[in-house]
């Protein structure tokens, strides 16, 4: 897999941006070893057709997506490795791994298909996972990034005697749902002058491009762009950055195994200009947030209900104001971190206390406090 490039001070790009970005004033910390971004680990339980040569039962096998953060010297490997609690090490799998520079990233993707089928599990509950790099030209052997996930299971949607003892297994992600992240990227002609303000939430079941998101500055809806009586560049939340899943399709109603992380834009919305020329739309000025500093609130509307809701602050030069939780955790990333409240029945039963311990792997938050 290509290397995806950036300074690491800079708000998060798409995962299919390759680019190189100036340095933003939403900074990630500056590391002279790799690190993990821990808000970009992306970890699957990928499915096996048998357990033990027996197609009669299905098991699973982790699959992963991470980001480093660089540098990753020459003659680096990563690797993951994986224990189950009371029976020890499981499987231990090597990543394509790239020589990048410190300021740069690396994504890799490995497990899956990568393990042996008579590797595959049935186990459920909680397993660890280590990610780790080791360097035979340095004889180094670090570890990066300690984690731990719940893995469940449902019936699948099979039926018939054959089938008993076919399951779908899952990894857990109830602990991602009232974290949200609030940041800004580059304009596709100017750059780092004229960056957009965007945001990426969390939800389980159907929830993605249906949803509406709404912004509020002093009680007053702002954000929105009107020709001839109708909102042109209406903000939605269309664009996937995360999905985990079950292994196999279940028998139960709706994907209420599947957690996605969406992004979301606000096309008629800027947070400064730096450009030094006035910009217009065609049709007419676009609202700028260091215009109208001060406390601001996203409401986000599906099927007619309000379903998430979280508020962050803009200071004089459109900066958005740190509260020093992505930072002080060191999340790996230059995007700010909010409590994100979880309103209605969208998203079905969930865990509301999974954060406190299952967030990030295993890696809470000290300083996040979710908004019941």
Known sequence: MKAKVRFLQVSLLLLTLPALMAVSRNSAPDEDQPTIAKDWIELNAFPISSYHKSFATLSWVPRMKFRVNGPIPSGS??????????SGPWVKFDCKTGEIQKGYWWTTECGGRDIPEDKGSIFTGTVNFTIGLRNELASTNMTL?????????AHTNEVGPNYVNHYAFYIDHDWALPIGYVFYLPDDVRGWKYPSF???????GPQNSSMEPHLFHNGKEVGRTFYQGEEVGKAGCGSTEMEITASEYTSEKGPKYTW??????FPGLHAYNKTGEKIDSMFGPLYQLDENPGDYEIKILYQGHVSRSFKFSVDAEGRIVDNGIATSNKVGTGRIIVPVQV???SDGPWDHNAWKTGAFHGNPLAGFAAIP
């Open 343 to 345: 309103l209605g029945d």
């Open 145 to 153: 990034f300690n984690g731990k996930a719940k893995v469940g299971k």
């Open 77 to 86: 490997q990563l690797y993951v490795e994986f224990s189950i609690p009371g």
């Open 260 to 265: 996605t992380r969406s992004r979301c834009d």
């Open 198 to 204: 965007h945001f990426a939430i969390w939800t389980r």
